[in-house]
């Protein structure tokens, strides 16, 4: 049965007549044994496809991912080479999940996947080298700075020209020679090779490039401590200050703050109060200390002043948590305008400014 499925099937005595509108000899035995599976369904060819072999299965599995819609008339001609009565069939849809999900009745999720990869070649991994592509150019040269020539022509022969066009002056003249020699004169790379490349540039290329870098991670812990609650961030300070001194030296001065608003100019921070909703502003002031809270009412007009002491002292009780919200929304709408270049923020290098 095995060997009936994959070799094309010859007319036997007793066999239908195929119509040549179906043109049944166009599909070769591995298509017409994937049909047959189809037919059956998930059930029965389970049953069935156990008696193949994995060279077998990968063959079927491969015709079945590419076969697509099916017609009918198809169908039945081809069933028709297979059994003596074979009537009615509807069309069958063949694809990639289809296959897949028969595959995944009788093997081992593992083995799925590595069939699944070898049936649809060298596309699917697009995404990788999608990502790839969008390092930086001198990450890459350095890579392949390493590299066999021979292998360093395959990735860049899987990149776009852009990419490629931007490496390769990176390189020295003689590697560079050498590369483009050998992309000029670059075979098919068979999928296994090509795999083996890509899982190569995923474990040393893009995960180290994923990795954050001492500023990137001081960065966003500043974020994270300017987001924290005041008391948790005082209880942890010292020793932080103790046992880390530079590291955490330098994630405060990355740090921003709500009591940093008080630090802006005048005119900066009177854009920052007037660019949030509602009662944002009240609500973030009820939480400052007299200090701050007077910085930020010296930079308003004396009506504007009034009328939001007055709303501060009519709001009655507020939770932390509101208040504590609504100083970061100050914070990060500062931050957006300092992104816009409308205002700037201070550092924790400035020097205190003086008018």
């Keep these: 049965m095995q060997q009936e499925l994959l070799a094309d099937p010859k007319k036997k005595d007793g066999a239908v007549p195929v119509p040549k509108s179906a043109k049944p000899a166009a599909l070769k035995g591995p298509e017409k ?8 369904g998930e059930k029965r060819g389970t049953e069935l496809m156990k008696q193949l072999d994995e060279y077998d299965i990968q063959t079927i599995t491969r015709a079945m991912s590419g076969l697509g819609t099916i017609s009918a008339e198809v169908v039945e001609n081809v069933m028709s080479e ?3 009565q074979v009537t009615d069939l509807g069309g069958v849809v063949g694809s990639f999940s289809v296959a897949e999900n028969m595959l995944k009745n009788f093997l081992p999720d593992g ?21 790839f592509e ?27 020209p852009e990419v490629a066009a931007r490496v390769l002056p990176l390189l020295d003249t003689d590697q560079m020679q050498d590369i483009v020699e050998r992309m000029i004169g670059l075979d098919a790379v068979p999928n296994h090779m090509l795999r083996e490349i890509e899982e190569t540039l995923q474990q040393d290329v893009m995960a ?22 005041p008391d948790a961030f005082e209880r942890i300070s010292s ?26 100019d005048q005119q900066s921070l009177a854009q920052v109060m007037r660019g949030v909703p509602g009662n944002t502003l009240p609500l973030a002031l009820r939480g400052a ?8 009412l010296a930079a308003l007009p004396q ?11 009519t709001m009655g009780p507020v939770r932390g948590r509101e208040v504590r919200e609504a100083q970061s929304e100050l914070v990060d709408f500062a931050k957006d305008l300092a992104d816009q270049e409308v205002i700037r923020l201070p550092t924790g290098e400035d020097d205190e400014l003086i008018e």
Aim: with cysteine; hydrophobic share 40%; aromatic share 8%.
């Design 33 to 40: 044994a994937a049909i047959l599976f189809l037919c059956l």
């Design 111 to 131: 083995q799925v996947a590595d069939i699944m990869k070898e049936i649809r070649g060298p596309k699917r991994e697009r995404g990788m080298w999608e990502r």
């Design 289 to 296: 200390s007299k200090e701050i809270r007077d910085l930020f």
């Design 208 to 229: 180290s490039a994923s990795r954050p870098t001492a500023t990137e991670l001081q960065q966003r812990m500043a974020e994270l401590f300017n987001r924290l609650d």
């Design 303 to 313: 009506r504007s002043r009034d009328m939001l002491v007055e709303e501060m002292a």
């Design 239 to 264: 020793a932080l200050d103790e046992r880390l001194p530079e590291t955490f030296g330098s994630i405060k001065q990355k740090m921003f703050t709500f009591e940093d608003l008080a630090r802006l």
């Design 82 to 84: 297979f059994t003596e």
């Design 134 to 160: 969008s390092l930086n150019e001198s990450v890459i040269a350095n890579y392949l700075k390493g590299e066999h020539e021979q292998t360093s022509a395959v990735i860049l022969s899987n990149v776009s």
